[in-house]
């Protein structure tokens, strides 16, 4: 299977699991954010403007249920997708460690964006919401897309 | 077209919100319907699951209630013939399921089940039952099948409140806490010379239109700092905790509320469900 065969199912299926845990079963902790996976992974293959654009469309979905600030996700989303296109120029990455920095960062990067377009009488503490949170949340997506990409064929292959 | 991408999701953070809420349902009951129909199964499961004997202890307590007042409800129906008065409105809350969503931004919100079919309104008071009825939120907004609410710990709620003897008059808000679940109510421009004691029942005061009169908010817990030389604020327990919510009650707007909390009131303080004072009313 090519790389892009692979992702072509992974990043839909994605997406759907995503809404499937947070909103169909509300499983809110627990439940990685497999939107910016998904995102962070198609965005290593496509051009900055397809990923701006995906980001876009995720985060405008993600904001569907985000009352307290609709429009934040969309934004944080659509720069993730770009800069994850961006890093396939400057970065060209295929092992693990570089992979999970990767996951790390952008996931990192997408919450800390998310907190500062908030507004601020919606937002917690920085403390606790982007350090506490977003790290742990960022570690969190890390591994699950180091597992998935194990399981479908390793780095070579996929990133 | 970076650049055209990143100045659009600019525009949609800055729209105004009646168009944001518009976009938010659109794509609500389109792209998201199956996640929130798969959403409404599972809460279906859930109702299903709960404990038979907690439903029959429910069923055994509402019969009390219902026998309680069949007396009355006699009396009264004779008393509005002899004076020629209408029928009251016959139902006057709407039984929901809550949802919520678990995405990112979603807090202090709900999707309940019920929408202008069911005759819900736009700034209907959301009610909960668990020992006694309490206030947890207000509808926001309401299509034909669902409609969004926004809990107590909402930055944008706020509630006047009086205590159950109707003696003192504030203004309930909700204060965050150290960490999302820590929201706690505060019970604001409180005179100075009027002290609270502890446990005392704080209600909707009806005043502003916004509440019916008589809806229980909380108890007063501690005081929690004097407003310079002239107010004081006291921090409440909470009687609905919106963690816990799953099943929920919508007050149409009607005068026959006040009767009505009144009544579940009474019959909670009478079970000592709560262990408080029982905050009935006259």
């Known amino acids: 299977?090519?790389?892009?065969?692979?992702?072509?199912?992974?990043?839909?299926?994605?997406?759907?699991?995503?809404?499937?845990?947070?909103?169909?079963?509300?499983?809110?902790?627990?439940?990685?954010?497999?939107?910016?996976?998904?995102?962070?992974?198609?965005?290593?293959?496509?051009?900055?403007?397809?990923?701006g654009a995906l980001g876009f469309t995720f985060g405008l979905l993600e904001d569907a249920f985000s009352w307290l600030a609709f429009g934040a996700s969309a934004l944080s989303m659509t720069l993730i997708g770009v800069l994850g296109s961006r890093t396939r120029?400057?970065?060209?990455?295929?092992?693990?460690?570089?992979?999970?920095?990767?996951?790390?960062?952008?996931?990192?990067?997408?919450?800390?964006?998310?907190?500062?377009?908030?507004?601020?009488?919606?937002?917690g503490p920085f403390l606790e919401t982007v350090v506490l949170h977003g790290g742990l949340g960022a570690l969190y997506v890390a591994l699950v897309g180091l597992g998935l990409v194990s399981l479908f064929g390793g780095f070579r292959s996929l990133s | 077209?970076?650049?055209?991408?990143?100045?659009?999701?600019?525009?949609?953070?800055?729209?105004?919100?009646?168009?944001?809420?518009?976009?938010?349902?659109?794509?609500?009951?389109?792209?998201?319907?199956?996640?929130?129909?798969?959403?409404?199964?599972?809460?279906?499961?859930?109702?299903?699951?709960?404990?038979?004997?907690?439903?029959?202890?429910?069923?055994?307590?509402?019969?009390?209630?219902?026998?309680?007042?069949?007396?009355?409800?006699?009396?009264?129906?004779?008393?509005?013939?002899?004076?020629?008065?209408?029928?009251?409105?016959?139902?006057?809350?709407?039984?929901?399921?809550?949802?919520?969503?678990?995405?990112?931004g979603s807090e202090s919100m709900f999707l309940l089940d019920v929408g202008t079919d069911e005759g819900v309104?736009?700034?209907?008071?959301?009610?909960?039952?668990?020992?006694?009825?309490?206030?947890?939120?207000?509808?926001?907004?309401?299509?034909?099948?669902?409609?969004?609410?926004?809990?107590?710990?909402?930055?944008?709620?706020?509630?006047?409140?009086?205590?159950?003897?109707?003696?003192?008059?504030?203004?309930v808000e909700p204060r965050s806490g150290d960490f999302r679940g820590g929201d706690r109510l505060l019970l604001t421009a409180i005179p100075y010379f009027e002290r609270l004691q502890p446990g005392t029942l704080i209600v909707t005061s009806g005043l502003g239109g916004v509440f019916p009169r008589g809806i229980p908010i909380g108890e007063?817990?501690?005081?929690?700092?004097d407003e310079g030389q002239w107010q004081s604020e006291y921090w409440l327990t909470p009687v609905v905790l919106p963690g816990s919510v799953t099943h929920v009650l919508v007050a149409k707007s009607d005068s026959s509320l006040v009767r009505l909390f009144e009544m579940l009131e009474g019959e909670a303080a009478d079970s000592s469900v709560s262990g408080s004072e029982g905050g009935g009313g006259p």
């Not at chain 1, 990455?93 to 919606?122: C, E, M, Q, R």
């Not at chain 2, 859930?46 to 026998?67: F, K």
């Not at chain 2, 007063?220 to 700092?225: G, K």
């Open chain 1, 1 to 51: 299977m090519t790389r892009r065969t692979v992702l072509g199912f992974l990043v839909p299926a994605l997406v759907v699991l995503h809404f499937l845990f947070h909103v169909g079963f509300s499983i809110q902790g627990w439940a990685p954010d497999l939107l910016v996976l998904a995102l962070l992974l198609a965005a290593r293959e496509v051009g900055m403007g397809a990923g």
């Open chain 1, 89 to 123: 120029e400057l970065f060209v990455g295929d092992s693990p460690l570089f992979f999970f920095a990767y996951l790390t960062l952008g996931k990192f990067l997408k919450d800390l964006i998310y907190w500062l377009v908030a507004a601020s009488s919606v937002k």
């Open chain 2, 1 to 104: 077209m970076v650049v055209g991408l990143i100045l659009l999701s600019i525009v949609v953070l800055y729209l105004p919100a009646g168009t944001q809420a518009r976009l938010a349902e659109g794509l609500q009951s389109t792209v998201l319907r199956p996640f929130t129909l798969v959403q409404e199964a599972v809460a279906q499961a859930r109702l299903r699951a709960e404990s038979a004997l907690e439903l029959q202890a429910r069923l055994d307590s509402l019969g009390a209630v219902v026998a309680t007042q069949a007396t009355l409800a006699e009396e009264n129906r004779h008393l509005r013939e002899l004076l020629d008065l209408e029928d009251r409105i016959p139902e006057t809350f709407v039984h929901a399921n809550l949802f919520r969503p678990g995405t990112t």
């Open chain 2, 121 to 171: 309104q736009v700034g209907d008071p959301v009610l909960m039952r668990s020992g006694r009825v309490g206030l947890l939120g207000m509808i926001r907004e309401v299509s034909r099948e669902f409609s969004i609410g926004l809990d107590w710990s909402h930055p944008e709620f706020a509630a006047t409140a009086m205590t159950s003897d109707e003696s003192v008059f504030g203004l």
């Open chain 2, 220 to 225: 007063v817990m501690e005081l929690h700092q």
